[in-house]
């Protein structure tokens, strides 16, 4: 692991959502390893900045079914939510 993961929190409308237990397994295998899914360069280099800064790290990856879902840490809790969820987040404080 290339981070502390902290606690794991799953929002509510991840659960409601098609997005499986699976595609959130495999997501994170991926996210804890440095792998931040379908992200833009610029967010790659943005999280290898945080990861060395302490700031948010943001990954967004897609479910078997097609739905888009995002994981985040920060301050030693991990959440894995919606990415109408995670557009609320800033990098830094």
């Known amino acids: 692991m290339l981070f502390r993961v902290g606690k794991v929190h799953i929002s509510r409308a991840i659960l409601t959502s098609n997005i499986t237990a699976q595609d959130m397994v495999s ?3 991926l996210y804890i390893n440095g792998d931040w899914g379908e992200t833009t360069a610029r967010e790659e280099v943005e999280n290898d900045l945080a990861i060395a800064c302490g700031d948010r790290i943001v990954g967004r ?3 078997d079914t097609g739905e888009e879902f995002c994981i985040s840490t920060y301050e ?5 939510v919606t990415t109408s969820e995670v557009k609320n987040y800033t990098r830094a404080k």
């Open 61 to 63: 990856y897609f479910s």
């Open 27 to 29: 997501a994170f295998a």
């Open 76 to 80: 030693g809790v991990t959440e894995i």
